[in-house]
């Protein structure tokens, strides 16, 4: 029996996502290009609850295009994504191109939290307004109650200190604290982080790693887009490599890092050691 496509499937209540297993992040087949440049090929990936998937690769291989197309700041030409039961986009039968539906759209961003590489801190807010703004703004919560929550993260965090400085006060690691509460403040399902750690040293690097695995722990599914092995391999639970476009080797940390079956995973670790 061939397995019915996801969008073929009855859809599900909000309340039975879990309940029925769906992915947290749903990518089948998406295709993106600039210009005739073909940048992601039929890239197909999943991130379930609890899970830490990391996407690597060389430079140039698409990896920010991915996650920006993941956070919807920008739109793949064909293929389907899904966050939970909300189905973001998918091609139209016969159609090679995708379609977006803005409803779906505008739920499936109360659903994930990204935290950029340069932080994209408001300058000019203090970091509690920061941390407050989008869980009041967009989510339209009530600002006592997002104002206990944005502090009890800065605690969590250990930035509570800094609440009422304004970014370019603090460090990187500490700006970096700010945008991870910022986006948990939304209380999203999923969070996505573009290059991690590469600004951190490596006591940091060592609290993002706990970090990670507690809110994988809680139940959040983590997408981490990197170019750091070591840090991939020690995080994540699956890690899939990207090459031009393509995934091209999927699975374990030990699998895809230590035992690569394709050449050029081969090639590229052993140029990165
Ligand atoms: P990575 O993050 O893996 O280094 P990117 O997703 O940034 O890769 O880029 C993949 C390819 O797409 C590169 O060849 C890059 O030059 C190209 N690219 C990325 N963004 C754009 C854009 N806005 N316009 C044209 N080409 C782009
Ligand atoms: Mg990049």
């Known amino acids: ?111 994930f939290g990204i935290v950029f590489q340069n932080y994209n801190l408001f300058p000019h807010y203090t970091v509690l307004k920061n941390v407050m703004d989008a869980p009041i703004v967009v989510q339209r919560r009530d600002p006592k109650e997002v104002e206990e929550q944005a502090r009890t993260l800065l605690e969590q965090l250990d930035i509570a200190d800094h609440a009422d400085k304004v ?26 982080f573009d290059e991690a750690t590469s600004a951190l040293d490596p006591k940091l690097t060592q609290d993002m790693h706990r970090l990670i695995r507690r809110l994988a722990k809680d139940g959040m599914a983590v997408g981490i887009v990197t170019h750091e092995m070591g840090f991939a391999r020690e995080v994540s639970d699956r890690i899939a490599f990207l090459f031009d476009g393509q995934i091209v080797e999927e699975g374990t940390p030990e699998e895809v890092l230590v035992h690569p079956t394709d050449e050029r995973t081969k090639r590229f670790l052993a140029n990165a050691e």
């Not at 996407?55 to 966050?83: N, V």
């Open 167 to 192: 970014p370019d006060q603090l460090s990187g690691g500490q700006q970096q604290r700010v945008a991870i509460a910022r986006a948990l403040c939304m209380n999203p399902q999923v969070i996505f």
């Open 1 to 111: 029996m061939t397995k019915p496509k996801l969008r073929e499937m009855p859809r599900p209540d909000i309340s039975l996502t879990s309940a029925l297993g769906l992915p947290a992040v749903y990518v089948k087949d998406a295709r993106k290009s600039f210009g005739d440049k073909e940048v992601l090929r039929d890239v197909s990936l999943q991130i379930g609850r609890g899970e830490v998937v990391s996407l690597i690769g060389p430079s140039g291989a698409g990896k920010s295009t991915m996650l920006r197309c993941l956070a919807l700041l920008d739109t793949f030409d064909s293929g389907e994504l899904a966050y939970g039961n909300v189905r973001v986009c998918a091609n139209e039968p016969g159609s090679e191109k995708t379609t977006y539906d803005k409803a779906a759209m505008r739920q499936a961003r109360m659903r």
